[in-house]
């Protein structure tokens, strides 16, 4: 059983730029939901999506966008990149939407400059 | 609107001594709560969870809907439970708001 893998695991970016963030969910998962964690902060709920449909959304604006495959593996992407946006990317997956584990990659760290 | 606080950023004990870290939130519906933790140069994972009432390493986490809290305590700390600790409010759909986190030394 493979857990949850994102990639890149970094990566920099110029202001106004998009950039795509990708996640593999693990094995048997069927449910992706990302995370925004700022430095000092603990992670924010972007999106979720499940049996590629998206399934509740945070606070956060529209040019934060997502897709789920039919393999259950994930996109995250983000337009018109702002400073603000820099911060580590968590994806999370578990099986289903009631309440089981979620389980956590290792995240991508973005830097926008 | 939910809420989770942890007032305490920065949180040190000495090995063998007890830890208490603090964990309030704000739901208006039955909250499920969570425990997650990262160690050092690793990915979050769950600790533990109210509805389960498990001891996990040693933690333990009391649901008290009163004081709204779900504090999570150790009688006697080691050094290898120097980390992050998050507490999570879980959503319907396996939606988690996170607080912002205490880091945990244990000084030998």
């Known amino acids: 059983e493979t857990g949850v893998t994102q990639s890149p695991t970094h990566l920099i970016k110029t202001r106004g730029q998009q950039v795509t963030l990708r996640c593999s969910s693990q094995?048997?998962?069927?449910?992706v939901s990302w995370y925004q964690q700022a430095l000092g902060q603990g992670p924010q709920f972007i999106f979720q999506?499940?049996?590629?449909?998206?399934?509740g959304r945070g606070n956060f604006p529209p040019r934060f966008s997502g897709l789920q495959f039919p393999n259950y593996s994930s996109e995250l992407n983000v337009n018109a990149l702002e400073l603000d946006d820099s911060a580590l990317y968590l994806c999370a997956s578990s099986a289903g939407l009631s309440n089981t584990e979620a389980f956590f990659g290792q995240g991508t760290r973005l830097t926008v400059v | 609107a939910q809420r989770v606080t942890q007032p305490e950023k920065l949180l040190s004990v000495f090995k063998g001594a007890p830890v208490e870290l603090k964990c309030n939130y704000s739901?208006?519906?039955?909250?499920?709560l969570f425990w997650y933790v990262q160690y050092s140069r690793q990915r979050l994972q769950l600790l533990l969870r109210?509805?389960s009432r498990e001891s996990i390493k040693g933690f333990t986490a009391d649901l008290n809907k009163g004081e709204t809290s779900f504090h999570l305590k150790k009688p006697f700390a080691q050094e290898e439970d120097s980390a992050m600790y998050y507490c999570a409010l879980q959503q319907p759909g396996n939606q988690f708001y996170f607080g912002t986190g205490t880091s945990l030394t244990v000084i030998p």
């Open positions: 999506y499940y049996r590629e449909e998206e399934n």
């Open positions: 739901y208006s519906g039955s909250p499920e």
């Open positions: 109210h509805i």
């Open positions: 094995s048997g998962h069927n449910t």
